[in-house]
């Protein structure tokens, strides 16, 4: 059965990849291995589950096949070399892909069971139940407040702003820092504290997962430390998924972990613990070690 | 050899040869100044034919070179090395002295002429009121579905301006039952002085916005009180004005719209930015040097410049004798004609903008609307004109050289150039801040209303004025369209025919009679195009600065 697979994988690639065949054989293999694992150890509840998963931007392939589950109310790491497509599948969850004229999906990725790529989904309303944070701290030239407020503010949420806005603050781990200057820019803040500001942003409006995508790229360590905690504490009431180049920081942080590795591949998923302990794939264990990537 | 660009060992490195590059340097550097001198050349010998500097007594430049240009000097140069910040916020001070002070006298010739006090009241009132109940209405936005709170809104406005039945009644016939707000207002049989309008519909909003400003962290009490002080001045203007020679209705709007606003800004600085108080100092003295200098050479008996630009020039119509010849209704008519066009012209460029930049598919059908846009930017003035005359007087019917043929002319020509400058400053906004909105769940709308707009509305501001001064400069399609070279009264209403500072110019320059047309009215008039134009550009290089810094 496995040797199947590994040759329609190698047929219906063609000759896109210029890696020797033989390695990608045993790769492809591997992933089928790694699939029939995961069953193994199913989480009983995945919130986020993809089957099949093709990113296009216009010919050239970013995803290949994804096929992943991701639990609810946990940290989900992704990592992997550049360019290897953890934005792009990050991008899918919350249909942000769809403002790249060039991007082409194909296959499912389904939230709480429905299929956000269907006809009948919203991407708009598919975006208020799933929050993103960018890569660069990228908040809006308003107050803070109103930084804070903007999610609640068009999405029409109900109840008391002020209040929400307190708690998401404090939350991100930001209130003691600018609760007597709420008024004043987002922008005068520090980098670290930006970030933590579009974090507070993010989960206002109480979405049910949260992108991260590399959050604490461009922090010093005490903000990447912070932002970190404030991460594990999120997982109690959210789901997230977060990219990371940072080892270290998705070994600390992430209860499982997903890896892609070059050509648009999910090559291992699995306990964080398991993945960086003891992976079953060569080509995860050179990346984790810093052999290659 | 010269330009050989080998080393020769001396010192251990050696040198390379840069005469190429330097040449080039200047060069450009001269290619740069080029037209920039040139013109400067151009605008002295006019402003000097206009204004004759040397036709004072020479005491009276010493007086006021002692008086006002050597304290303002020291004053500036003090100023700078404390603070160079601080030095920006005076000159800033005087730069909206000069402009406000300009601008009013274009206000008060709208309201000593063209619209009453009252009516304009009525108007602002008959805006706001439905302005309120829009407010009111978006406030229960959760409980009242988008097409009530439409349906509401219009039906305020529309009540408020027209009443019952209004103008869709008059075109079936009925004639009116209830007066809107409006024509309630305007009707007033037993209203006070035109002037004391003025200060409630003029001075009272420039109170409670300077008000706010000043006192704004010192509370409600604080803003009260301010804004009190800041109505004092027009209500000062009027009571003074009779007093120099100045009817009270000019004089209010004089106050309100020239003094309030340096008024404000100074008093701003001087309680909320107690560093940069120092600030000050240049605007005090140069309108005490002013006064001072004023006081001594009329004591003193030195004549002044016999100045071509002086009030009866600026007061009076046009004369078949130089010395009487004045620009009066051809200032109202640019006027006129700026507001008609930015009010066309704005919305409908900063529209188009927004749907191409935000909205429009990346097709065949948005290149090619892309190319011509930027296509008739480019197409000469005259077509434009005809453009106008072909469809508004041929097509339309409508009546030649009036304001708002005029206004629309000129609206279309600046269109293109305020759609690219508009496109441009949307652009700007960086698109990890639309990613950030779209992100949040934010519609497209959303995304334009709460991100893109705001944070691009300087630099569309700017484009857009800068265009309204390509505008303001404009002849040929006013003659296109029949606008009339001369006319002798303001125009009191936009279906009114009006003349324009170019155009009027240029009947000066094609009248032959007199040498003094040719050689010092064309060139009074010129110099008071320039200064209009050179104010309007002036806020908008203010706007982008201030924009740049925001970013
Ligand atoms: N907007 C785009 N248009 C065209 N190609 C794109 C676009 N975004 C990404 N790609 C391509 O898709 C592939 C995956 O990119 P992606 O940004 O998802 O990588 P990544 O894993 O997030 O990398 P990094 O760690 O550097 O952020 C890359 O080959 C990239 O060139
Ligand atoms: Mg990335």
């Keep these: 059965m496995t040797e199947n697979t590994s040759e329609t994988r190698a047929e219906s690639d063609g000759g896109t990849t210029a890696d020797p065949t033989n390695d990608e054989m045993v790769i492809e293999t591997d992933v089928a291995g790694a699939t029939d694992d995961r069953d193994s150890t199913a989480t009983p509840d995945p919130i986020i589950r993809s089957r099949d998963l093709d990113v296009f931007y216009g010919e050239e392939r970013a995803l290949d096949s994804i096929d992943i589950d991701i639990p609810e109310n946990r940290v989900t790491a992704i990592i992997g070399p550049s360019g290897c497509g953890k934005s792009t599948f990050l991008r899918c969850v919350n249909r942000m892909n769809d403002r790249i004229d060039s991007c082409r999906v194909t296959g499912e990725l389904s939230l709480r069971g429905k299929n956000v790529y269907d006809d009948d989904v919203d991407p708009v309303a598919l975006r208020r139940r799933v929050g993103m944070v960018f890569q660069e701290p990228n908040p809006f030239p308003k107050s803070i407040y109103d930084n804070v407020a903007y999610g609640l503010d068009i999405q029409d949420v109900e109840g008391d702003h002020d209040e929400i806005v307190e708690e998401s603050l404090k939350r991100a781990a930001l209130w003691d820092e600018v609760n007597h200057q709420l008024d004043s820019s987002g922008l005068e803040l520090s980098g670290g504290q930006q970030q933590r500001l579009c974090i507070a942003r993010a989960i206002a409006p109480d979405p049910e997962v949260l992108l991260m995508d590399e959050p604490a790229s461009a922090l010093d360590p005490v903000a990447t430390s912070q932002v970190e905690d404030l991460i594990e504490e999120l997982a109690e009431d959210y789901t997230v998924i977060i990219v990371t180049h940072n080892m270290q920081q998705a070994a600390r942080i992430s209860d499982k972990t997903a890896v892609f590795l070059t050509g648009g591949e999910l090559v291992e998923f699995g306990d964080t613990e398991q993945i960086f302990e003891n992976p079953e794939h060569q080509r995860v264990e050179d990346y984790i070690t810093g052999k290659f990537g | 050899m010269a330009t050989d660009t080998t080393t020769e060992v001396a010192g251990g490195f050696g040198q390379v040869s840069r005469t190429v590059g330097q040449l080039f340097r200047y060069l450009l550097l001269a290619a740069t100044l080029f037209g920039l001198v040139f013109v400067t050349i151009l605008l002295v010998y006019v402003a000097n034919d206009a204004i004759q500097p040397l036709t004072a007594d020479p005491g009276w430049h010493l007086t006021f070179f002692l008086a006002l240009v050597v304290p303002t000097l020291a004053a500036g140069a003090y100023v700078y090395r404390r603070d160079g910040e601080a030095f920006q916020t005076g000159a800033l001070a005087i730069g909206l002295a000069v402009v406000s002070l300009m601008f009013s006298g274009g206000a008060a010739m709208i309201f000593a002429d063209i619209v009453e006090p009252l009516t304009f009241l009525a108007f602002l009132v008959a805006v706001a009121v439905p302005g309120v109940v829009t407010l009111a209405v978006v406030a229960y936005d959760d409980r009242i579905p988008f097409l009530g709170q439409f349906a509401v809104t219009v039906a305020a406005f529309y009540l408020s301006l027209f009443g019952v039945p209004g103008p869709l009644g008059a075109a079936a016939g009925i004639s009116s039952v209830v007066p809107g707000v409006f024509g309630l207002l305007a009707g007033v049989p037993l209203a006070p002085a035109p002037w004391l309008l003025a200060v409630l519909s003029v001075g009272l909003p420039l109170a409670a916005v300077g008000g706010s400003l000043v006192a704004r962290d010192r509370g409600r009490r604080a803003r009260l009180f301010a804004g009190a002080g800041i109505l004092a001045v027009p209500l000062a203007g009027g009571i003074v004005g009779p007093f120099v020679g100045v009817d009270p209705l000019p004089a209010t709007v004089v106050a309100s719209v020239g003094f309030v606003p340096p008024i404000v800004y100074a008093a701003n600085v001087a309680i909320n930015v107690p560093r940069e108080r120092v600030a000050l100092l240049i605007p005090v003295t140069i309108i005490v040097g002013a006064l001072v200098g004023a006081f001594a050479v009329d004591l003193a008996g030195f004549a002044g410049p016999q100045s071509w630009v002086d009030w009866a020039f600026l007061t009076a119509s046009h004369s078949n004798t130089a010395e009487d010849a004045g620009f009066y209704p051809a200032i109202g008519g640019s006027i006129l004609l700026m507001v008609t066009v ?128 390509r505008a303001i400069g404009e002849t040929a399609p006013l003659i296109m369209i029949g606008a009339p070279n001369v006319t002798y009264s303001l125009p009191t209403s936009f279906s009114e025919a009006a003349s324009a500072m170019p155009l009027q110019v240029y009947a000066w320059s094609s009248l032959y009679a007199g040498p003094n047309f040719y050689n010092k009215v064309v060139p009074a008039g010129v110099v008071v195009l320039v200064a209009v134009l050179l104010a309007m550009n002036s806020i908008a290089i203010v706007l982008r600065n201030k924009y740049q810094v925001g970013d």
């Design chain 2, 342 to 469: 930015a009010v066309f012209a704005f919305p409908v460029g900063v529209g188009a903008a927004v749907y191409l930049e935000e909205y429009a598919p990346d097709n065949r059908f948005t290149r090619v609307v892309d190319v011509n846009i930027s296509n008739l930017a480019g197409v000469p003035s005259v077509v434009y004109g005809l453009l106008g005359f072909g469809l508004f007087v041929t097509y339309l019917g409508q009546p030649d050289g009036t304001v708002l043929l005029g206004g629309l002319t000129l609206g279309l020509l600046i269109l293109p150039i305020v759609i690219i400058s508009a496109r441009e400053a949307i652009r700007s906004v960086p698109e990890e801040q639309r990613a950030a909105s779209y992100g949040m769940g934010a519609t497209k709308w959303q995304t334009v209303k709460n991100v893109v707009l705001p944070r691009s509305f300087s630099g569309i501001l700017t484009g857009t004025i800068l265009a309204l001064g």
